[in-house]
């Protein structure tokens, strides 16, 4: 079956400038997970869902990180105001309940000029 | 802030030797999980030990949990270029959050050379 999907795979912006990244889970996976990863190191946390509810949003950065799923699947990250800092690989994961595998997507490298 | 720190950094390797990664925490956590990651995709769940003290082997791989769930490591036999990757160690259920919650390892670069 198909796996987790992000898009786009690729994106470049101008600093100061808002995104939208997108993350398809596996379907019925009913938790999601978004992490940043920085080249060469280990992914940070972000933020992760159960449902349509942000359960644990501890990891966004500041108020320029919001990220929604809307209807329990979809998930959009929304970084506003870009900085050159926030370039980095995003991940998503689905896993179908919070004591499971985690399945990762390949990941939107992010890069702010 | 938690952290798992990883070691080596970078290990570059010839083919057929044994190599150890060492995952180091001060935080317990409920459990351990290790994951390989390639150029352009999302890590890999390999493994994820509960027990203090266990031992878990995948063909030639050998991952043990510290007897205080603090520590871990990753043992390979006869190392083959297959092998070359990203090792990320995870950490779930620690101080800082619910066992929803995974704090990865700083990472180990692992390239075996044929």
């Known amino acids: 079956g198909a796996g987790v999907s992000q898009t786009p795979s690729n994106k470049v912006t101008e600093k100061g400038k808002y995104v939208e990244l997108r993350c398809d889970p596996i379907?019925?996976?009913?938790?999601l997970y978004w992490y940043r990863q920085s080249l060469g190191q280990g992914p940070e946390f972000l933020i992760y869902?159960?449902?349509?509810?942000?359960?644990?949003d501890s990891g966004l950065p500041n108020d320029r990180f919001f990220a929604v799923r809307p209807e329990g699947s979809v998930s959009t990250l929304k970084i506003q105001r870009t900085e050159r800092g926030d370039s980095a690989v995003y991940l998503c994961?689905?896993?179908?309940?919070?004591?499971?595998?985690?399945?990762f997507g390949p990941g939107t490298r992010l890069t702010v000029t | 802030t938690q952290l798992l720190e990883q070691s080596p950094q970078f290990l570059s390797i010839q083919e057929g030797e044994n190599l150890t990664v060492y995952c180091n925490s001060s935080s317990v956590f409920s459990s351990l999980q290790w994951y390989r990651q390639e150029p352009g995709e999302g890590p890999v769940l390999l493994v994820t030990v509960v027990t203090g003290g266990e031992v878990k082997k995948l063909k030639r791989l050998t991952f043990q949990f510290g007897d205080a769930r603090k520590d871990s490591s990753l043992h390979i036999t006869a190392a083959q270029p297959g092998d070359t990757g990203l090792y990320l160690c995870?950490?779930?259920?620690?101080?800082?959050?619910?066992?929803?919650?995974?704090?990865f390892g700083t990472g180990t670069k692992l390239q075996v050379i044929p």
């Open positions: 995870a950490g779930r259920g620690g101080v800082s959050g619910g066992y929803q919650k995974v704090t």
């Open positions: 869902f159960q449902g349509t509810g942000a359960a644990d």
């Open positions: 379907s019925g996976h009913t938790a």
């Open positions: 994961a689905s896993s179908p309940g919070g004591l499971h595998e985690q399945y």
